[in-house]
Structure formats: C-alpha cells, structure tokens
C-alpha cells in the first residue's frame, strides 16, 4: 500500500527560490527515495537517503531525513523553470502522493 | 548505465483483448522488476513485484489473473492485461533493480487505452 505522504500537494514558486517538499511514511524502513516524474514521462532517481543517515547532498538538492518523526525532506535550491515536475518519495517500492512543483521564470 | 526500455509506448486496443507490456533491463541483469500503474495526476501504485524465475507477488487488490507477470529472464519481465476493459486504461511502468543495489531504475512507461 502507499507508503509515504507528500506535502505541500501542489507548490508554485519563481525562478531563484527555493522549493521544500515533505514527505511522511508510516512504518520503519531501510532507505528513502526520492524521484522526479516530468508530465506523463518515466521516473528520475533524485536521491537514496538510509536510515542511519540524517542527511544527504547532490548538487542543488538536499535532502534530511528523520526516523523519529517518520518524515523527510527534499530541499531544491535556486529553483529553475526545468525542475517544474511532480516530486516523490518512495520507501521500500511505495510512493507517496507527490508534490506537484511549478517554478515560473 | 542501468536503462530500462518498454515496449511498446503507447498501445489501443479494444475491450475484451489482450496486451502484452515489454520491461527489459538493457545494461544490467535485474534480479527484481516491479510494475506499476499510473492514474492521471496520481501517484504510481505498486501492482506486483516479481523475481527471476519465480512467481510474481502481487499487491493486495491486484488481480493476478488479470495481470499476468511474467519474469523470465535476468533481464526482461512481461506484464500481460488480459480481457482488457476501458477501466485498465492506464500509464504502466516498470522499474528493475539490480541484485546488489537499492535504487531500482524506472522505464518510460506504457500508455494503454482500451476502448
């Protein structure tokens, strides 16, 4: 069954800004992911986070995790109009709903 | 490395037929593949995970009989919709995990439209 929920649903933001998406599952887990899906098209593997890692960096993203509040977060910063996607987590094969991310020149 | 085809990418068909959906790990032997379906503006749901040579586990409330899952070799799984309705209308995508490796690597997808 899904797994992890996403939160903001939907985020608008300008070219420059940063964009923060959440994410919160419910049973424990071995690693955490994170993937961006461009409309209609096949998944991107952004980033693996593990269990015992707090925090994670590549390039623009950042990505936190924290095992005793069962949530994650990805931090996109200085947001193009080419990172406009939907955004997921998955732990252990499940997704969450996504955030659906709109950045605008 | 690690690419993921489908085949075909797109497919019609009218009600009460078969499709088969191609998955093939090109660059690397995938010791697990998963399907999924994909609902417009929805998140993708897991619909089956299958290993090499055995049967496929299908999640609860997938149909095992309507989806055939088919994991022959190291590197290609078929997911067959059989009888198809226009409610199978659908964007299925497969993904394959090498056998030492967390990250599964995802296809393009399949978009089918039964009419």
């Known amino acids: 069954s899904q797994q992890g929920e996403e939160d903001p649903q939907a985020l608008s933001i300008q070219e420059g800004e940063n964009a923060t998406m959440n994410c919160s599952y419910k049973t424990s887990i071995n690693n955490l992911q994170w993937y961006r899906q461009n409309s209609g098209r096949g998944l991107v593997h952004l980033i693996l986070?593990?269990?015992?890692?707090r925090e994670k960096h590549s390039g623009r993203l950042r990505v936190t995790l924290d095992t005793s509040k069962k949530s994650s977060s990805l931090l996109i910063t200085a947001s193009r109009a080419a990172d406009t996607a939907s955004y997921f987590c998955a732990t252990d094969y499940y997704f969450g709903k996504g955030t659906s991310l709109l950045v605008t020149p | 490395g690690a690419v993921v085809s489908q085949h075909p990418s797109w497919v019609i068909c009218k009600s009460g037929t078969s499709v088969k959906i191609e998955c093939r790990s090109l660059d690397f032997q995938a010791t697990t593949m998963f399907w999924y379906r994909q609902f417009p503006k929805q998140s993708l749901m897991l619909m089956a995970t299958s290993n090499e040579g055995s049967k496929a586990t299908y999640e609860q409330g997938v149909e095992k009989d309507k989806f055939l899952i088919n994991h022959a070799s190291l590197t290609l799984s078929t997911l067959t919709v059989t009888s198809a309705h226009p409610e199978d209308s659908s964007f299925y995508i497969c993904?394959?995990?090498?056998?030492?490796?967390?990250?599964?690597?995802f296809g393009p997808g399949t978009r089918l439209l039964v009419l």
């Open positions: 986070i593990r269990s015992n890692e």
């Open positions: 993904s394959a995990k090498p056998g030492h490796q967390e990250t599964q690597y």
